[in-house]
């Protein structure tokens, strides 16, 4: 049903799952006060959350933050979950509340339980930081896969999270409501090929690649 790993970095330490029937991953980042980040909770079925909540329970995480790297329902539908458990709220850019407004709508025409769906508890902006402890994460508007797409830049530690975005070899869809390809490629290419070749991506969809990679071999881009 799942599936996860552990990416050992130096300062922010990163969890992959793998959730849904979409295998949407889901992120946390946590440091060495413990306090913890989860970005795209999507999380449906009660193994998934026992996965996700134990995980957080056996490394005495405190989770402070909740981040959508956008609001199609595949990436938000825990964000209820979250909120019951945790008592957070999602954090995402402006453009992205009438999708996540839409959700429990397109979850149910896809099939998913119905789940809560708790208002944002912030707007994020254009290049503005957001803090876990002493770590500074860029947040990066990428519009194009869909309205509200933000990227999340650890730049110390070249770690960059693209949600639907960019993919390894790939780039998110652009044919849904709000998705505009030439939009995409320039997203891509104005906000992401900008970093050195060396960053990690870790897309919300797939296996982990560089940007060095992606700008040498991406057909899309």
Request: hydrophobic share 35%; with cysteine.
């Amino acid at each position: 049903m799942f599936d996860f790993q552990v990416i050992n970095c130096v300062m922010i330490e990163l969890k992959e799952f793998a959730f849904n029937p979409l295998q949407v991953n889901t992120y946390l980042l946590y440091n060495e006060e413990r306090k913890c980040i989860i970005v795209d909770p999507a999380c449906i079925y009660q193994e998934e959350k026992d996965a996700l909540s134990g995980f957080i329970e056996e490394q005495k995480l405190k989770p402070v933050m909740l981040v959508n790297t956008h609001c199609h329902v595949d990436h938000a539908v825990g964000n209820g979950f979250i909120n019951e458990k945790y008592g957070l709220k999602p954090m995402i850019h402006k453009a992205g509340k009438p999708i996540l407004d839409s959700a429990p709508e397109q979850g149910q025409l896809m099939g998913f339980p119905p789940f809560s769906n708790p208002e944002p508890e912030k707007y994020l902006l254009d290049n503005e930081n957001i803090s876990l402890g002493d770590d500074e994460i860029e947040v990066r508007y990428t519009p194009g896969h869909a309205d509200g797409s933000i990227c999340l830049i650890i730049h110390e530690q070249k770690i960059l999270l693209s949600g639907d975005v960019l993919f390894a070899n790939s780039v998110g869809r652009a044919d849904l409501p709000t998705g505009d390809m030439g939009l995409l490629r320039k997203s891509i290419r104005k906000k992401l090929f900008t970093l050195d070749d060396d960053f990690v991506v870790y897309p919300g969809h797939g296996p982990a690649t560089t940007i060095g990679n992606e700008k040498a071999y991406n057909p899309f881009v």
